[in-house]
């Protein structure tokens, strides 16, 4: 039930949005950004909900949001950790990163979320700091250059508080 009400809650926020963006075609992109933030990921059902309210084709939403990489079809943690595996990154152990990232999270493979939700570990290809290979992005900001698989166990130790103390604001 309480899943129930979130959803509700998060179609709820969306549609505030668009209604404060007038409903505007052109800002499909802002929308998008908006619907992803709320809900993490965009289900079928958001982009049908987009496109229904935008009065738009349902397959002009699909399309915007399979072009662009920066929006997912999959679900994904809310913290999540890209590990960069461009040429660079590779070479100085990029790939031993991600699977100690993998296997201090119990993940079996790139992409899976943990079962609390709260974790997914991602392939980047390059985020433009070579010189700092192999590299790190957690969230959207929180960078991480000269990693090492010795230095995984500490991150995830540090995420996985933040993660409590994130769940413990929802309880509230």
Same mark, same amino acid.
């Given at each position: ?23 505007d075609p052109s800002m499909l992109i802002n929308i998008l950004h908006k619907a992803q933030e ?8 958001v982009m049908e909900f987009i496109a229904e309210k935008l009065r738009i084709p &349902? ?97 995830? &130790? ?8 994130? &769940? ?5």
């Open positions: 039930m309480v899943e129930i009400e979130d959803k509700e809650k998060k179609f709820q926020e969306l549609d505030e949005y668009m209604r404060e963006v007038g409903y709320i809900f993490l990921w965009l289900p079928q059902e &349902k397959s002009r939403v699909r399309g915007v949001v399979t072009f662009y990489n920066f929006f997912s079809t999959k679900p994904v943690g809310r913290i999540q950790i890209k590990v960069c595996l461009g040429t660079a990154c590779y070479v100085k152990g990029g790939d031993k990163v991600m699977e100690r990232f993998l296997d201090e999270l119990g993940l079996k493979e790139e992409g899976e979320v943990t079962p609390d939700g709260m974790f997914s570990v991602h392939a980047v290809r390059c985020v433009g700091a070579c010189s700092m290979a192999p590299v790190v992005l957690i969230g959207e900001s929180d960078f991480y250059g000269r990693m090492s698989p010795d230095k995984v166990p500490r991150l995830v &130790k540090k995420y996985k508080k933040i993660a409590e103390e994130m &769940k413990a604001g929802e309880r509230k």
